[in-house]
């Protein structure tokens, strides 16, 4: 065992050790979170006006399949950059692993819902997707934050999970579901978006 691991294996040990320690990000570790800010608020609001053009409006709902492209390109992407990375730490692999089943989650999620819904006949299942999946996105920011110390995220965290109240709570109040989308997309704007663009800041001035 000793002997396998070499000076390389040490000094890149050493290495990881003092990002972890002075809380350094790569640059641009921002970025996903920016696009995928920005890719949902914009398929949100998208949906919010289909509902009022399109008929039936369940049609709507396949605008969300462009987040199957979206999350390709940026996995092939962000896989790229980390083998080019000088160091890449634990974190930074836990993190990405979290992020991973979260998307695996969702998929499997949605299936489940569509399934029941067409099978029962009903409706009814639709109305717990978004709240639900906004629980499933506090959550993971809120590891997310307590893995980086990263305060924006557990922010972020808070108005994903508020998010999921407030779609509930709309149910009851207005009586419809398209106000979700509007809710959706403040808050990845609030909750992705600019920790983002604060984390690609302070990653910056770590260069």
Not at 47 to 74: D, K, Q, R, S
Not at 125 to 142: N, S
Not at 143 to 151: D, H
């Amino acid at each position: 065992m000793e002997n396998n691991f070499n000076e390389q294996d040490s000094l890149k040990l050493i290495n990881e050790m003092i990002t972890q320690a002075r809380n350094n990000f790569r640059k641009g570790a921002g970025n996903s979170f920016i696009l995928w800010g920005y890719t949902i608020a914009i398929l949100g609001m998208l949906n919010f006006i289909l509902l009022h053009i399109v008929e039936p409006a369940y049609c709507t709902n396949y605008v969300w399949l462009m987040t199957i492209p979206v999350f390709i390109g940026n996995y092939w992407y962000e896989s790229k950059r980390a083998k080019r990375a000088a160091v890449t730490t634990h974190l930074d692999k836990v993190v990405t692993t979290i992020w991973l089943g979260f998307f695996i989650s969702n998929l499997v999620f949605i299936g489940s819902i569509f399934f029941i819904a067409i099978n029962w006949k009903t409706y009814i299942p639709y109305l717990f997707i978004t709240p639900i999946i906004m629980i499933m996105v506090g959550l993971a920011l809120f590891i997310t934050a307590k893995v980086y110390r990263f305060k924006p995220y557990f922010y972020g965290a808070c108005i994903f999970w508020l998010g999921a109240v407030l779609c509930i709570v709309q149910y009851s109040w207005v009586e419809s579901i398209d106000l979700e989308f509007i809710i959706l997309s403040v808050s990845m704007i609030l909750g992705f978006v600019i920790p983002g663009h604060i984390l690609n800041r302070k990653a910056e001035s770590n260069v």
